[in-house]
């Protein structure tokens, strides 16, 4: 592991565990709790970026419990989707930010639906799960319901994410972009 | 009390969610719930019941909504009218009951957990470096974060942004303080670094542990009951098919 | 075993011209070598290479030969290599995974795998020889500026290294901790270690160094004997600052060989006549102070007493200085002023209005309050928009923060910069952002917690500069200084900290030869010449100087 990561890691996982929980105490209807992921994974590549997730998630269970592990997978997803934004330039302008997050989101949305809909029967945390319910309550069956939910919250939750992350980069100050040509690359520098 | 020794707690704990897994719902699971809130409590971290019923309440409801409420037939009448499906009913209490035992003791296993004492038992052990590393070194940062937050936040004060008041004022505050904060965390990451690289931090090789924690008897014997105590319920539960 | 550098180039990510451009030095063990140079000249850039540190954490290329005997110190790890190797930020060097400051210091040695006993005694010895022992059981992140900055020296030498490359080690210090760190800097040369440090107080260096190498734009322009070229004119050239002593004797147009110390300063004007025209110190207007302290006391949550029965006043147009070792209660104090801390007992008046009942929120933008260490606490993407933060917030139209903004980046050379993001500049200019973010909203009161500290000359000239004017123009100043030119150029009061009480409150004159601050030859001079207090009397020196050479 570079000693570049021995400092960057602990501050982005620091990012998405208190970000995350700002949202959650907020009940908004994102979870935002990816931000510290994909912005290793921009600047410093996917195995960062997966390392971030994988240690934000096993803390994060210390807070919320291990139950919700398996959206590790989730994690590592948007690791390697946020590179692969950075590669393509994903995060040039906030339209350009909004796209790529709309598409990932769509992704990550059936991932979580198959996690959550074959390990928890649709019931997992707060704000997705109480969409699900009402789509159920329409008389849309279990499935349905559950995946429906959770892309509609994926696609909101990353398309934010990715314009937040994209802002995040563009702002940063040269010296630190110039140590990342992936980073620079993603904002079209 | 003497404090045990730091993996002591976190074995309990993998073994406690494992039985959750692995024990029989709702019967196992809900017996297993109260042992952990027992165990809890007995330990001094009582305060992990009341933090895990926080959790688990709001799933609890939703659980018995879209299963209870919503789930699919047989359903039986209430006698105040009204009816609840069979099946759904039953996997709320299996479920909620499974996820309450995971939840506690989770956080019991988080209120106990010393990420010092942590480190100096995983340097004794030799464990990798990076892993234990990472694992104290977040949470201390997740405390820097917060103080960095406070700096930030007098810093911005000290120019006249107000903070305190109507809730529509500290609404506003929180943008222009949450931007700026990933900003410079990220900046100064990058100045860590140096700092994390000359302290000989980031160095790969043998180190000392300063204060290593005492492993008792005590301790041992428990892990290894715990571990005997997951693989009989799983041996248990193969054979009972 | 020498560190040679031979064409050694450095060129950081992202940047067209090089940092460094062909340096040739050898360091060699047993002498303690001086880096300074102008703003941006490359010291702290050449102290990263040779320490290995860049390119392998900074990114950016590297080319020509770098030997640490055999070896090139880029493909070892520092501390196992012997290096030690000191940042110019003393807050972001602390490890941040020990809870005490002697586990912070035991980091080094734990991490190199002593056996515990050997780590024990070297972090005990380490706390002795650096005089922290008092701090062992404190928590590093709430110790004071310069008491970080001896943790952060004992936790290097803790791990005996050989090769010590300091940036900026004493921007933080009082003036016994410089002496007793000058000290130690010798003793460890005279044991046999490499040690270059990156300095822009020639008065610090002067009796520690025994060679001074100085760096222009990336490139040695001098090396050799401290003394002589101080005393000489190649120095001036490169825009590096000098001593006290010298930089006076410059202004007094005098000819090199130059008095470079105090006493020779003295020496060479002994026979004056002391009749000197002289102009009268402003006085001061007596009105409502604009800040003041009634039998403060205070401590922090879960800390020991700081502050006892502190009662002080503040005129406009008055510049007082807080002086005080490390720890004293310096910053504490200014804390209070500035309403961001509320007394345990006593009262503080800021601007007539008693802090008890408000934040600093209440005070800014009236109040300007410059913190230690600012550079931790910008948040604004630019220069300007840094600048433009409390104007804004205090409801000023554009135009009106444009014209303001222009003038005090003017004032303080940032014009040229205003549009970049303030990390891209170099540490000093990045903390003088900080000081100019306080004056666009021109504040009748400024608190200024070390506006000096680890700035390179020339900005350290504007920001006298820049106190003066507005002191001369009413302003009320409370600055906290370890730096003796600044304190006499620009302050004419003094309060004087030790261990949480005021023990001296008056002219500036009798205090500015205490524990924290050394005597300025242009004090020394002025009272030989028997000049009145005063802020004008370094002019007054000056002339006199002057006048005298034309005799
Ligand atoms: N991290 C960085 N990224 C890009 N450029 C840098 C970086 N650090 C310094 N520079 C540039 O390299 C040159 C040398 O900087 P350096 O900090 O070494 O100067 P210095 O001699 O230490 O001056 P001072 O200490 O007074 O700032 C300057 O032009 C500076 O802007
Ligand atoms: N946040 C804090 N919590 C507890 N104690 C603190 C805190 N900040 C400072 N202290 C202690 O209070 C005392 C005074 O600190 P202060 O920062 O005022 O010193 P200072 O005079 O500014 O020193 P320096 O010249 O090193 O900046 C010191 O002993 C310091 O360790
Ligand atoms: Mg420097
Ligand atoms: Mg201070």
């Not at chain 3, 147009?253 to 130059?258: D, G, K, M, Q, V």
Request: aromatic residues 6%; contains cysteine.
């Amino acid at each position: 592991m570079s000693p570049r990561l021995f400092a960057l890691v602990p501050a982005a996982v620091a990012i998405n565990l208190v970000v995350g929980r700002i949202a959650a105490e907020l009940s908004l209807p994102v979870y935002l709790d990816t931000l510290g992921t994909m912005l290793v994974a921009v600047l410093t590549g996917l195995p960062g970026g997966a390392l971030v997730g994988t240690v934000s998630q096993l803390l994060a269970g210390m807070l919320s419990g291990y139950q919700w592990l398996p959206f590790v997978v989730i994690q590592w997803l948007i690791a390697l989707l946020a590179a692969l934004a950075a590669g393509r330039g994903g995060f040039a302008t906030p339209l350009r930010s909004a796209i790529w997050g709309a598409a990932c989101g769509v992704l990550c949305g059936l991932v979580s639906a198959v996690i959550s809909y074959f390990l928890f029967r649709g019931v997992t945390a707060g704000g997705v799960t109480a969409i699900g319910a009402l789509l159920r309550g329409l008389g849309l069956p279990l499935s349905t319901a559950v995946t429906s939910a959770s892309v509609v919250t994926d696609v909101l939750d990353k398309t934010v994410a990715f314009v937040v992350v994209g802002a995040l980069l563009r702002a940063l100050p040269k010296r630190i972009l110039g140590r990342f040509p992936v980073a620079a690359r993603a904002v079209g520098r | 009390m003497t404090r045990r020794h730091p993996f002591t707690g976190g074995a309990v704990a993998l073994a406690a969610i494992a039985l959750a897994i692995l024990l029989p719902a709702p019967g196992g699971t809900i017996a297993l719930y109260l042992v952990i809130c027992a165990g809890a409590a007995a330990l001094g971290a009582g305060k992990a019941i009341r933090l895990g019923l926080l959790a688990v309440v709001p799933i609890w409801v939703l659980l018995f909504v879209m299963h209870g409420v919503l789930g699919e037939a047989p359903r039986f009448a209430l006698p105040w009218g009204g009816t609840l499906s069979r099946a759904g009913v039953d996997w709320t209490i299996e479920q909620g009951s499974r996820l309450a035992a995971i939840v506690t003791a989770s956080l019991a296993f988080a209120v106990r957990f010393d990420p010092h004492r942590f480190l100096q038992a995983a340097v004794a052990r030799r464990w990798p470096w990076s892993a234990a590393f990472l694992l104290v070194a977040t949470l201390d940062a997740a405390d820097r974060f917060g103080e960095q937050a406070h700096r930030l936040r007098e810093a911005q004060r000290t120019r006249g942004l107000r903070v305190k008041g109507s809730l529509r004022v500290r609404a506003r505050a929180i943008p222009a303080l949450v931007f700026p904060l990933l900003l410079t965390s990220l900046t100064e990451a990058d100045d860590r670094a140096l700092a994390l690289e000359s302290r000989g931090l980031t160095h790969h090789g043998p180190r000392t542990a300063i204060d290593p924690p005492a492993d008792t008897h005590l301790d041992r014997t428990v892990r290894w009951a715990s571990l005997a105590a997951v693989i009989a319920v799983a041996w248990w539960r193969v054979t009972a098919r | 075993m020498t560190l040679v550098a031979k064409e050694l180039r450095f060129r950081y990510p992202a940047q067209n011209e090089q940092a460094l451009d062909g340096i040739d030095v050898a360091l060699v063990p047993g002498a303690v070598t001086w880096l300074t140079g102008a703003l941006g000249s490359g010291t702290s850039t050449l102290l990263l290479t040779l320490s290995g540190l860049a390119p392998r954490l900074t990114g950016g290329s590297r080319s020509g030969t770098l030997l640490s005997g055999s070896h090139d110190p880029a493909t070892r790890h520092p501390l196992v290599d012997g290096v030690a190797y000191l940042g110019p930020s003393p807050g972001l060097q602390l490890s941040g995974v020990a809870r005490s400051v002697r586990e912070e210091i035991a980091v080094g040695p734990m991490n190199l795998g002593w056996p515990r006993a050997r780590i024990l005694d070297a972090v005990e010895s380490a706390m002795r020889r650096v005089k922290i022992s008092h701090l062992a059981d404190r928590a590093p992140s709430a110790l004071s500026g310069g008491e970080t900055q001896r943790v952060l020296i004992a936790a290097l030498l803790a791990a005996a290294p050989t090769t010590w490359l300091l940036d900026e080690p004493f921007s933080a210090l009082d003036r016994a901790s410089r002496r007793s760190v000058g000290a130690l800097l010798r003793e460890l040369a005279r044991d046999g270690a490499i040690v270059a440090v990156s300095c822009d107080d020639a008065d610090d260096m002067l009796d520690v160094a025994d060679r001074l190498v100085v760096l222009q734009r990336g490139r040695v322009a001098l090396d050799g004997d401290p003394r002589e070229l101080l005393a000489g004119d190649a120095l001036l050239a490169t825009g590096a600052s000098s001593t006290d002593a010298a930089t006076l004797a410059v202004a007094a147009h005098r000819a090199a060989p130059r008095a470079i110390t105090t006493d020779a300063l003295l020496a060479s004007i002994s026979p004056l006549p002391s009749t000197p025209h002289i102009v009268a110190p402003a006085p001061t207007i007596a009105s409502e102070p604009r800040l003041q302290c009634a039998q403060v006391s205070f401590s922090y949550p879960d800390g020991p007493p700081v502050l006892h029965d502190v009662t002080l006043s503040l005129q406009a147009g008055t510049a007082m200085g807080v002086f005080g070792a490390n720890g004293a209660g310096k910053s504490t104090l200014l804390r209070l002023a500035m309403a961001l801390e509320q007394p345990d007992a006593g009262s503080v008046r800021t601007l007539g209005e008693d802090t008890a009942s408000r934040g600093p929120e209440d005070l800014a933008p009236r109040v300007g309050f410059l913190f230690q260490q600012p550079e931790r606490q910008l948040f604004a993407a630019s220069v300007r928009g840094e600048c433009a933060v409390a104007p804004i917030l205090a409801g000023w139209e554009p135009a009106r923060i444009r014209a303001a903004t222009d003038t005090v980046l003017d004032e303080l050379g940032l014009f040229d910069v205003a549009d970049e993001h303030p990390y891209d500049l170099p540490l000093p200019r990045r903390r003088l952002v900080a000081f100019a973010a306080i004056l666009v909203p021109d504040p009748i009161l400024l608190l200024l917690d070390e506006p000096t500290a680890a700035l390179d000359g020339e900005s350290r000239e504007r920001v006298i500069g820049a106190v003066r004017h507005r002191a001369a123009n009413g302003v009320a100043v409370l600055a906290i200084s370890h730096d003796s030119a600044f304190a006499h150029e620009a302050l004419d009061r003094a309060v004087l900290l030790e261990r949480g009480r005021i023990v001296y409150d008056g002219a500036i004159r009798e205090v500015l030869d205490d524990q924290s601050l050394r005597r300025p030859a242009a004090l020394a001079a002025a009272l030989r010449l028997g000049l009145p207090p005063g802020r004008d009397r370094r002019a007054n020196v000056v002339d006199v100087l002057t006048t005298a050479r034309r005799m």
